[in-house]
């Protein structure tokens, strides 16, 4: 399915998914949206008129310079992802976070299966705040501000490369769970991570190639769950089984049958 997007989540259940794993970005009239970049990736989008975006164009079609009517004139599912080529093609555009949220709780209700957590990041870099998206606080305080009108606030996880939205969010709203992303070239300890966030998060969630079972054991010492990201092969799959691991983020849920 394309990514970020309704028909995305809602298959996902189907497949029986627990958490759900999303990308925030937001627009000009702050509407929170799901989008991996804060622009139109030139590989799965196309323009209003028809055309695909070009590499060229996609770092100018800016989601956080763009109302949200605007960002839903594009297509973002009628080119499937070159690294996916069992995607399906479906006309889908750009949802926002709150039509998300109503679609997956309805879907739920109907099918009577377990309500789902919400796994969400916040797509923030220092070098692009106010240019592609708010600074952390204002960033946090409007998905904040949704999750508790939405009521989902105790199946949500919030989770974030920039430690600047996790430390902001857990200084004002600690009861909301958190998960720190770590990529593969940071050659920090764990424990000096985990001194420099400057408090113990819910999910330490490191990139797979990290995960050793020294690790996982640290993690499990200091009551932290962790789940290694991006997962998409079946033998590794089972060795991160193997080694105890709390969860697995996945691009093809389909691996766990």
């Known amino acids: 399915m394309p990514e970020n997007t309704i028909p995305a989540m809602l298959h996902a259940i189907d497949l029986g998914v627990t958490t759900l794993e999303m990308d925030i970005a937001f627009s000009k009239d702050e509407v929170a949206i ?11 989008s196309t323009k209003p008129d028809g055309k695909p975006v070009t590499k060229a164009e996609a770092p100018k079609l800016n989601l956080y310079q763009m109302n949200f009517a605007d960002i839903s004139k594009y297509d973002v599912g009628m080119r499937p992802h070159p690294l996916f080529p069992l995607q399906q093609k479906i006309a889908v555009s750009k949802p926002s976070l709150s039509a998300v949220i109503d679609s997956v709780e309805a879907y739920t209700a109907v099918k009577k299966t377990k309500p789902v957590w919400y796994n969400i990041e ?57 998960s720190f992303l770590v990529e593969a070239e940071d050659r920090n300890s764990f424990r000096k991570q985990i001194k420099d966030l400057g408090f113990t998060p819910d999910i330490y969630s490191p990139e797979h190639t990290l995960i050793t079972p020294e690790l996982v054991q640290e993690c499990h010492d200091s009551k932290i769950k962790i789940v290694p990201w991006t997962v998409n092969d079946k033998a590794r799959i089972a060795e991160l089984k193997a080694l105890k691991v709390d969860g697995i983020i996945t691009d093809n849920p389909e691996l766990f049958k």
Request: charged residues 20%; proline residues 6%.
């Open 122 to 178: 916040t797509k923030t870099t220092a070098a692009t705040d106010n240019i592609y998206h708010p600074a952390p606080d204002v960033f946090v305080e409007r998905l904040v501000k949704l999750i508790n009108e939405k009521g989902i606030a105790n199946r949500v996880i919030i989770q974030s490369f920039d430690k600047r939205t996790l430390i902001y969010l857990h200084a004002h709203y600690p009861a909301i769970k958190t």
């Open 34 to 44: 799901l989008s991996h970049e804060p622009f139109f990736n030139s590989d799965i």
